[in-house]
Antibody
């Protein structure tokens, strides 16, 4: 069974930092592109970032470029999101999601989400 | 930009629901649909505009290509009342529609 479990959310002040993790199981993690998607509770979905299967390429939404870093550890089957210089508008539930083996794609499995609140 | 309509759809159980998604430029058939219930992660329903994901009931069907897409749910069941999102994956960044809430009439 495919499982994705996020952790690391919490309350942080504007300008602060937070790191999220997404532990996965049930599939060959090192073969898949992985993504982070944000949702403000009660609102829509916003794609944040993606990383390719071996971690050699990354891509970010313009709104987070330069402040957020996606990475992965294929030996630990874990995806990460390092968030720096956080802004109030970064608040939301962050989902990790599995893409496909290559390229832009649909997202077929999602974690339960980690809530990040940026507030003073 | 992905635009969904209507924002809210009121439907009686057993009736058909038709949801629309429009892309500001062609995304060919690179479109997915998701269902999300309160407090849960999105669940993939449809990809490739019309292919049902694993385990998705046949009452869910998708159609369209280019800029106009439709998700149809025939004979709505109680568990189908939720929010539905479309998503294009024709190019980066991935983008989602604003969602359509399907509520009980």
């Amino acid at each position: 069974e495919v499982e994705l479990v996020e952790s690391g959310g919490g309350l942080v002040q504007p300008g602060g930092s937070l790191s999220l993790s997404c532990e996965t199981s049930g599939f060959p993690f090192s073969s898949y592109w992985m993504h982070w998607v944000r949702q403000v509770p009660g609102r829509g979905l916003v794609w944040v970032s993606r990383i390719n299967s071996d971690g050699s390429t990354t891509f970010y939404a313009d709104s987070v470029k330069g402040r957020i870093t996606i990475s992965r550890d294929n030996a630990k089957n874990t995806l990460y999101l390092q968030m720096n210089s956080l802004r109030v508008e970064d608040t939301g539930v962050y989902f990790c999601a599995r893409g496909r083996l290559v390229g832009p794609s649909w997202l077929d499995y999602w974690g339960q989400g980690a809530l990040v609140t940026v507030s003073s | 930009v992905m635009t969904q309509s209507p924002a809210t759809l009121s439907v009686s159980p057993g009736e058909r629901a038709t949801l629309s998604c429009r892309a500001s430029q062609s995304v060919r058939s690179n479109l997915a649909w998701y269902q999300q219930k309160a407090g849960q992660a999105p669940r993939l329903l449809i990809y490739g505009a019309s292919t049902r994901a694993t385990g998705i009931p046949a009452r869910f069907s998708g159609s369209g290509s280019g800029t106009e897409f439709t998700l149809t749910i025939t004979s709505l069941q109680s568990e189908d009342f939720a929010v539905y999102f479309c998503q294009q994956y024709n190019n980066w960044p991935l983008t989602f529609g604003g969602g359509t809430r399907v509520e009980v009439k």
